[in-house]
């Protein structure tokens, strides 16, 4: 696998935008992964700009998310970049899944999914910037 340099996209960080995002990450990652791993970057993006887009930002805000991958030594590193308040899911506590759904709080989940489908994640605040980078080892696309 060789690697590539890093491409990067900025979507607008709204809900309505995930087939597109979605899109980007198949264009890039489409014809360099399994199908099962294309899946599970699908589904870490799909839970950050859920995240992003409730949290992130207040109303009035320009609200943007921006996606970067790069493939390096057989590993797949997505980063989310937004500006809105500072959150470091990586301390997030772990929601109680042991409760039914009527005990449990709301919220967590989304990040507690990313944390199990991620083989690392990294956070960091910079220059007023959230960086949230997810690093998942890739298995060679099926030869037919």
């Keep these: 696998m060789t690697d590539v340099s890093t491409v990067s996209r900025t979507f607008a960080a709204e809900p309505n ?3 597109e995002i979605r899109d980007f990450i198949e264009d ?3 014809s360099r992964v399994s199908g099962e791993s294309l899946t599970t970057f699908k589904i870490i993006a799909d839970e950050i700009l859920a995240n992003v ?4 930002y207040d109303n009035n805000m320009d609200k ?4 970067r991958i790069r493939i390096h030594d057989g590993a797949v590193f997505m980063s989310f970049v937004d500006a809105g308040k500072p959150f ?3 301390s997030a506590p772990d929601p109680d899944t042991e409760l039914s759904v009527e005990e449990r709080e709301f919220g967590g989940l989304g990040i507690y999914v990313v944390k199990n489908l991620a083989d690392e994640m ?4 910079e220059s007023g910037l959230n960086i949230l980078t997810i690093k998942k080892k890739i298995q060679e696309p099926a030869v037919l």
């Design 64 to 67: 943007w998310l921006e996606i």
């Design 17 to 19: 935008r995930i087939a």
């Design 88 to 90: 470091d899911p990586t």
């Design 28 to 30: 890039i990652l489409g």
């Design 53 to 56: 887009s409730m949290y992130a």
């Design 122 to 125: 990294s956070y960091f605040r």
